[in-house]
């Protein structure tokens, strides 16, 4: 394989992206992002395109927020298979695809196209991406549970609440902005109810999480606190019980505070690497219709973290 710049950017998807189709193996795989340098997917995608025998590469694009449309409206002229789409642009890019699965509507983001027959279909694996996350870590599924969502109207939170209804599961969001999280609800009691479940919205102060602590199975973490190595918990001390299965979404690596929390109190807890992983797995899937191959591309991302 060639040895490509890190980081490509989305001028070089005009003209037929005469630059992807040049390289060796051609780029027919990216990731949206800005920044983008940082992002973990092409370790493991392009392992597992070794793996499956796909004479293809996968990239990291920088596309800034001014350039997002354009950069999506390349893809197809540009022999692109499909993208991957992170941090700034999971929202915006919804409104910019041709097709949106149900369940990616109601999260209110994607984080992955396919490109068919020229149109781009957008879905969102980080929901489906942490069940089968959750099932791995603590080896029992989400039904029947009472989850209280730190962060829930965010992003990735967003996502995990309609994952969790999509589930069976009891999910309760917590937000700093309460209106913001009674928006969600109101929303989803409208326009989710065949899903069954009712969406609990409710503040971050103490004595409201604390009692939402207590009458909850298991606590995911979807705030950024934690990506920096001194960020506090967004748990107040002495909540967390052995009884609690706690999953804290951020994976730049150490433990946080939230994960020491529970390790202190003997809960089992896991960080979000898995649902990176298998939200990278579930986007190979819908590329190519064929399993992903989870061991290879676990190692590589492992690997790419040492
Ligand atoms: P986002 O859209 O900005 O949402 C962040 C949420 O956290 C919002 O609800 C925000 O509340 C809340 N928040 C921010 N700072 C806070 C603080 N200091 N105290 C309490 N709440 C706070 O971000 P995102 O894209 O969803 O990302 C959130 C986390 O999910 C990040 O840690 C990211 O690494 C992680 N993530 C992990 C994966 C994975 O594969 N493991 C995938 C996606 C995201 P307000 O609305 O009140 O501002």
Redesign the pocket.
């Known amino acids: 394989m060639s040895n490509p710049p890190e980081v490509y950017l989305s001028k070089d998807l005009a003209g037929y992206g005469e630059v992807f189709r040049r390289l060796n193996p051609p780029a027919q795989l990216a990731i949206f992002g800005d920044p983008v340098v940082h992002s973990a997917s092409p370790f493991m995608q392009n392992a597992a395109l070794r793996k499956q025998h796909h004479d293809l590469q996968y990239i990291r694009l920088h596309v800034a927020p001014d350039e997002l449309k354009s950069a999506l409206g390349n893809l197809a002229a540009a022999g692109f298979l499909g993208i991957n789409i992170t941090?700034p642009h999971k929202q915006a890019a919804i409104s910019l695809v041709d097709e949106v699965s149900r369940e990616a509507r109601l999260m209110g983001a994607i984080n992955t196209v396919k490109i068919e027959e020229g149109k781009l279909c957008g879905f969102n694996t980080?929901g489906p991406?942490f069940a089968t996350a959750f099932y791995e870590e603590f080896l029992t599924i989400l039904r029947g549970k009472n989850i209280l969502i730190l962060?829930g109207?965010?992003?990735?939170?967003r996502a995990l609440a309609i994952q969790c209804l999509v589930e069976g599961g009891i999910p309760i969001i917590a937000?700093?902005?309460q209106t913001?999280g009674d928006l969600l609800k109101e929303m989803i009691d409208t326009e989710a109810s065949d899903f069954g479940g009712i969406l609990k919205s409710i503040d971050?102060d103490q004595e409201t999480l604390a009692d939402a602590v207590k009458s909850s199975d298991v606590i995911i973490n979807?705030?950024?606190?934690?990506?920096k190595a001194d960020d506090p918990s967004?748990l107040p001390d002495g909540l967390l019980t052995a009884d609690h299965l706690v999953y804290d979404?951020?994976?730049s690596g150490g433990t946080t505070k939230l994960l020491q929390q529970a390790q202190e109190v003997g809960a089992q807890s896991a960080n979000?690497l898995s649902?990176?992983l298998h939200?990278g797995a579930k986007a190979f899937e819908i590329w190519f219709d064929e399993a992903a191959p989870l061991e290879t591309m676990r190692e590589a991302l492992e690997s790419s973290r040492n």
């Not at 979807?222 to 990506?227: C, D, V």
């Open positions: 941090i980080d991406g962060g109207a965010g992003g990735a939170g937000n700093r902005n913001k971050m979807a705030t950024p606190l934690g990506m967004p979404t951020v994976y979000g649902m990176l939200q």
